[in-house]
């Protein structure tokens, strides 16, 4: 991905991160492969959660066409871009930005389409217009023009369709949460009040496959292994591994092994994408003992199993640490290497030539050369570094250099490309619109140097413009 040019010289921000805590969580092809409810074609949240995205967000979506570049007259005649009159009208409404985008491209094609007419701008949310009207009746003049069409449409939706869903149960159409209704000879029953408001606003059952069609290669991308997501609803956080997402339950654990400020903020709805994983209940190095009294480290993703008593008060570790656990708990983790007498650094530390200045993580004999403070910093929120010999370090047999924990954001200064890790491989973010899309932050961008980078073996780009494969769903550009 290449930065635009206002933000090569960006000024950070650091905004104080805050966890919040409860039980259980922390903090709780072609299109036409997709599989479609038409009794659900989208959550609540989707068409109620005014503050889903940003207005860069926004504005990097709309630039995908023509409406990123174009000033219109506001429904009160000030000159406002399209991004603002969205904005402001989803503010108002207390309506998701996005639901609106999606109406905007479903009735005109307008968020894509680099060289829109004049029609489609006049009726950008085919507000007003039914099949079989007249675009020049004089009744709905009112309505015409792109600003107009946005306010109006969202005005309809907030106080005629959600104010009679709430108050009596069903729109002026008879459409409501659990009762059956027929659209093109087929029945639907919606389940929710964005899918009953969908149905009233458009009677159709193609254009609302459509709406969700249109909603899924937008939004419904799917995150590299690694990446922290939290939900903005509840504050529990999540990691994203292998396709699952797994709730991270304690203080504890979170802050033994992530970063706070690779967390993600997203609603409820992009959370459903991934079946829940096992839980992350325990912090790294935590000391768990089995029912049968075998005793594990453990480290990352394994627990490691102790031999002897003798390997485990050799290496240091106190009985009082241990924590009693059930085989439930155990299965969270897969079965690493034992432990015995002649285990060296269990845990992994940190060693510095004395001489050079080189620094290692040496963990069960091997020696892994760090190539930079920032895979050094990113790794360890509070590196201790001990200093050794030549000769010292020379017991260890090298292993492979340490890398960045998968999903890191990384680029070389002074260089406009930015990658991902994932996997230890790094993935090009293929432009800003996708950067965005994706719920990345510029402050979490760490920047090092190219060695770095180049360490890490280069795989398929992040790009909401290509097919995945794994889904059979093309993903637009953004």
């Known amino acids: 991905m290449k930065l635009p040019g206002v933000l090569k010289n960006l000024i950070f921000i650091f905004i104080t991160f805050s966890l919040v805590f409860s039980q259980g969580i922390l903090a709780s092809s072609e299109e036409s492969e997709i599989t479609i409810d038409i009794d659900s074609l989208a959550e609540d949240d989707q068409m109620l959660d005014t503050f889903a995205t940003t207005k860069p967000e926004l504005n990097a979506l709309l630039s995908r066409g023509a409406l990123g570049k174009l000033v219109f007259e506001d429904v009160n005649g000030l000159k406002k871009n399209s991004v603002d009159i969205i904005w402001e009208t989803a503010q108002k409404f207390s309506l998701n930005p996005r639901f609106i985008t999606v109406l905007l491209q479903r009735e005109q094609s307008l968020v894509e389409d680099r060289n829109p007419t004049t029609d489609q701008l006049d009726w950008a949310m085919g507000y007003a217009v039914c099949d079989s009207c007249s675009k020049s009746d004089p009744q709905i003049q009112k309505y015409k023009g792109f600003a107009n069409q946005i306010y109006f449409a969202a005005k309809r939706i907030r106080e005629s369709y959600l104010s009679d869903l709430e108050e009596r149960g069903f729109t002026e159409s008879g459409v409501g949460p659990g009762i059956e209704a027929w659209f093109d000879g087929v029945k639907v029953v919606p389940q929710n009040l964005a899918t009953s408001v969908l149905y009233t606003y458009t009677p159709h059952l193609n254009g609302n496959q459509n709406f969700a069609r249109i909603w899924d290669r937008w939004f419904n991308y799917r995150h590299v292994n690694g990446t922290l997501l939290q939900d903005k609803t509840t504050g529990g956080i999540w990691l994203v591994q292998n396709g699952l997402r797994r709730p991270i339950t304690s203080r504890a654990a979170f802050f033994s092994r992530f970063n706070s400020n690779s967390v993600i903020q997203v609603g409820p709805s992009t959370l459903e994408l991934y079946k829940k994983g096992t839980p992350i209940r325990f912090p790294n190095y935590s000391l768990l003992r089995s029912p049968r009294g075998t005793v594990y480290l453990i480290v990352n993703d394994k627990r490691r199993g102790f031999t002897s008593q003798e390997a485990f008060r050799a290496l240091g570790f106190s009985t009082d640490e241990i924590i009693d656990v059930t085989f439930e708990d155990l299965e969270a983790y897969s079965e ?141 550009e953004l």
């Open 336 to 476: 690493g290497e034992p432990i015995d007498t002649k285990t060296i650094y269990p845990k992994g530390t940190l060693l510095q030539n004395n001489k050079t200045g080189g620094v290692f993580f040496v963990q069960n004999g091997k020696k892994r050369p760090i190539f930079s403070k920032e895979i050094l910093k990113t790794n360890f929120l509070s590196p201790s570094l001990t200093l050794v010999s030549e000769t010292d370090l020379d017991a260890y047999e090298t292993a492979e250099p340490l890398l960045f924990p998968d999903g890191t954001l990384v680029a070389k200064k002074e260089s406009p490309e930015i990658f991902v890790i994932s996997d230890g491989q790094r993935k090009h973010i293929s432009d800003e619109a996708t950067f965005v899309s994706m719920g990345w932050k510029w402050n979490q961008i760490v920047w090092t140097n190219e060695r770095s980078i180049l360490l890490h073996p280069l795989s398929e780009s992040v790009d909401t413009t290509l097919e995945n494969n794994n889904q059979g769903v093309r993903i637009a």
